[in-house]
C-alpha cells in the first residue's frame, strides 16, 4: 500500500495551489483519506479529511474557508484546493489513511497514527 502526495510548490501570500493524492496497491475510493501538513520546527497537524461513504468532509479551523478536500473517483484521486494562502501554510502536506480511519463533518475518527502516509509534497508560500 503506497499513498503519494504531489502539487506542492512554491506561490505567493493570496494564491492557490492544488494538491493530489493517488494510492497503489489499494482502492482510495474506499478508505477515509486525511491530509496533514508539519511546517518546520512544528508538530504535524491534521489539516482535512473525506470520507469514504458519504463524503462528509472536515477542516481544521486554520483552514477552514480556504482549503478544499474533493475525490475523483474516476481518477482515484483526492484533492486538496488551497486557496487564499498564507504564509503560515508553508510546511510540507502528506495524505494519509489507515484501515480503522474514519471522516465525519465532526472531525476524523481513527487511531492516533495512521498506518498508511505517502511521501510528502513541500508547500512553500512566499513574497
Known amino acids: 500500500v503506497q499513498l503519494q502526495a504531489s502539487g506542492g510548490g512554491l506561490v505567493q501570500p493570496g494564491g492557490s495551489l492544488r494538491l493530489s493524492c493517488t494510492a497503489s496497491?489499494?482502492?482510495?475510493?474506499?478508505?477515509?483519506i486525511a491530509w496533514f501538513r508539519q511546517a518546520p520546527g512544528n508538530e504535524r497537524e491534521e489539516v482535512s479529511c473525506?470520507?469514504?461513504?458519504?463524503?462528509?468532509?472536515w477542516y481544521d479551523h486554520s483552514v477552514k474557508g480556504r482549503f478544499t478536500i474533493s475525490r475523483d473517483s474516476a481518477e482515484s484521486t483526492v484533492y486538496l484546493r488551497m486557496d487564499n494562502l498564507k504564509l503560515d501554510d508553508t510546511a510540507v502536506y502528506y495524505c494519509?489513511?489507515?484501515?480503522?480511519?474514519?471522516?465525519?463533518?465532526?472531525?476524523?475518527?481513527?487511531?492516533?497514527?495512521?498506518?498508511?502516509w505517502g511521501k510528502g509534497t513541500l508547500v512553500t508560500v512566499s513574497s
Open positions: 494519509a489513511t489507515d484501515r480503522d480511519y474514519y471522516c465525519s463533518q465532526y472531525g476524523p475518527i481513527g487511531p492516533e497514527v495512521l498506518d498508511y
Open positions: 496497491g489499494f482502492t482510495l475510493d474506499y478508505h477515509a
Open positions: 473525506i470520507s469514504s461513504t458519504d463524503g462528509s468532509t
